[in-house]
């Protein structure tokens, strides 16, 4: 069912006039009470967020972070900039030109500072630390080759990063003179370290490479040490997300699949082989853990539920390039993805889950399933709502559609009696 017809775009068929008539009275009331009441605070979710693109650098966007509130992102790519945009208005609020010799690759917010990490490409000052206002604190010495991956504790006390050499470092927050020291050196991969992730509870770190493997290392005091070893792509890992509360591990590569882990024992729970029709840049749970997204080569991306692995839905035509990096709002609702066609996305993930559900509880005939979604889709696109209701009159759905109508009109009056 496709629910995204304008609802007054068509005339409905002679036999259904009863209920189109219905229909169009439903279009008249709740445009009445639309022209007198702002429903868009009343409903709910963070006031000024919305769906936007954000100016990214002159080049692609290939790494991006969130900051920890969800007030702005912080993006890089191949153009050698870094950017912070506010989320709220899309606004340029700092920019670093040439922040890099060569171009971005990762970059990660700090917790605590509220400042940034960056690595890059090249030889020399591949990996920087930097304070809220993108002013430079730190050129980090270490790393000899390409600095492909970085992570940040959900403390901000340390952070890992992954080069071409197959090294993963650890450091550790600034002591007495201010600087981010070394600690650790782990040298377990046989190839490039491709992706770097902690997890929630600061615990374990996996690192995946090249060589096609992943390892997990249980994280103590500041210290790693080698827990299990997954193995089960035929081809690079390039991105790794744990779950919010830590029993699973998602992993995407080269291979074009997606795989879900047990970090307990290291077993593969699930293998989702062509994910996608290209290689997974990145892979990200939701905060709240009810679904997982992966961005590919192939310009998509795809929405996963986190308990059944289903596929939920597909965006395949937000972006124009690549999709090489992504990463949810902490409130679960909107996705921020950066792209090969020099965009940075804002988009709201919601959407097609909620759609689903209301037909799903209208289908039940569930009162309280139909008014949740209801609330939601309001608050997402009110005229949503009387495009749905003729799609089901033209599935003669009849029953479905009153169902619905009643539970918007009986809303609606809520609201108008409350205000």
């Known amino acids: 069912m496709e629910f995204t017809e304008n609802p007054l775009a068509r005339t409905l068929p002679t036999e259904e006039k009863g209920v189109a008539e219905v229909v169009e009275e439903g279009v008249e009331e709740v445009k009445e009470v639309e022209e007198a009441v702002d429903l868009t605070g009343w409903w709910g979710g963070r006031e000024g967020l919305e769906e936007r693109v954000f100016k990214g650098d002159t080049g692609r966007v290939l790494g991006l972070a969130i900051s920890p509130d969800g007030e702005f992102v912080v993006s890089g790519g191949n153009g050698k900039a870094l950017i912070v945009n506010s989320m709220r208005n899309g606004k340029e609020l700092f920019r670093v030109d040439d922040a890099h010799p060569e171009c971005i690759l990762k970059v990660a917010c700090i917790p605590n500072s509220a400042g940034f990490v960056s690595c890059s490409d090249g030889k020399s000052a591949n990996l920087k630390v930097w304070d809220k206002c993108l002013e430079l604190v730190q050129t980090l010495v270490g790393h000899v080759g390409a600095v492909r991956c970085v992570t940040v504790s959900p403390s901000g006390s340390h952070f890992a990063s992954g080069d071409d050499d197959g090294k993963v470092m650890i450091w550790s927050e600034p002591g007495e003179e201010s600087k981010w020291a070394r600690v650790q050196v782990l040298e377990d991969h046989k190839s490039w370290i491709r992706a770097v992730c902690f997890s929630p509870d600061g615990k374990q770190l996996a690192t995946g490479s090249s060589d096609v493997k992943i390892n997990l290392y249980s994280f103590i005091e500041g210290s790693a040490i080698l827990a299990h070893t997954l193995e089960g792509h035929t081809d690079s890992v390039l991105s790794l997300s744990f779950s919010p509360d830590c029993k699973l591990l998602c992993?995407?590569?080269?291979?074009?699949?997606?795989?879900?882990?047990?970090?307990?024992?290291?077993?593969?729970?699930?293998?989702?082989?062509?994910?996608?029709?290209?290689?997974?840049?990145?892979?990200?749970?939701?905060?709240?853990?009810?679904?997982?997204?992966?961005?590919?080569?192939?310009?998509?991306?795809?929405?996963?539920?986190?308990?059944?692995?289903?596929?939920?839905?597909?965006?395949?035509?937000?972006?124009?390039?690549?999709?090489?990096?992504?990463?949810?709002?902490?409130?679960?609702?909107?996705?921020?993805?950066?792209?090969?066609?020099?965009?940075?996305?804002?988009?709201?993930?919601?959407?097609?889950?909620?759609?689903?559900?209301?037909?799903?509880?209208?289908?039940?005939?569930?009162?309280?399933?139909?008014?949740?979604?209801?609330?939601?889709?309001?608050?997402?696109?009110?005229?949503?709502?009387?495009?749905?209701?003729?799609?089901?009159?033209?599935?003669?759905?009849?029953?479905?559609?009153?169902?619905?109508?009643?539970?918007?009109?009986?809303?609606?009056?809520?609201?108008?009696?409350?205000?």
């Open 251 to 419: 992993s995407g590569g080269y291979d074009k699949s997606i795989k879900f882990w047990n970090p307990a024992d290291g077993s593969l729970v699930k293998s989702i082989d062509q994910a996608h029709t290209s290689f997974v840049w990145s892979v990200s749970y939701s905060p709240n853990g009810r679904v997982a997204a992966s961005g590919a080569d192939d310009k998509s991306i795809k929405i996963w539920d986190a308990s059944t692995f289903e596929l939920k839905h597909t965006f395949d035509a937000l972006h124009t390039g690549g999709v090489n990096d992504l990463s949810f709002t902490p409130d679960s609702n909107f996705l921020v993805s950066g792209s090969s066609d020099y965009t940075v996305r804002l988009t709201n993930v919601t959407f097609p889950t909620t759609a689903s559900n209301l037909l799903e509880a209208l289908e039940k005939e569930d009162p309280i399933m139909v008014k949740e979604a209801i609330l939601m889709l309001i608050k997402l696109d009110k005229l949503f709502l009387l495009s749905a209701a003729l799609a089901l009159v033209r599935e003669r759905k009849f029953q479905e559609a009153t169902m619905l109508l009643r539970a918007v009109w009986k809303l609606m009056r809520e609201v108008s009696e409350r205000l």
